[in-house]
């Protein structure tokens, strides 16, 4: 497996964006799924959205229509886009391929 560093992370606003990015330290070519997962203090990892080496997707229903996941196997990065932001989407976020990136913390508050 490739080593994973995360950045992106931050403080927004309810209503506002985040991108996040997963830099790998190697070829994704032969990674057929790589994914996002987020974990909020006193809850359970879940799984936000994945993707496969062709470019399919899919969303936890929670984040459908408001993020978006992307793959660049060019470049080595995996990014997702956090549009219209909730409270609820306060968490800590790993990428996962199936190695993990080190965590970024996401905020949204006002």
Known sequence: QVKLVESG???AQPGGYLRHSCA???SI???SVMAWY???PGK???LVASITSSGTTNYADSVKGRFTVSRDN???MMYLQMNNLKPEDT???YCNAPGWGQ????TVSS
């Open 9 to 11: 992370g931050g403080l």
């Open 24 to 26: 790998a330290s190697g």
């Open 29 to 31: 070519f032969s990674i």
């Open 38 to 40: 987020r974990q909020a």
């Open 44 to 46: 359970q990892r879940e």
């Open 74 to 76: 060019v470049k080595n």
């Open 91 to 93: 968490a800590v976020y």
């Open 103 to 106: 965590g970024t913390q996401v």
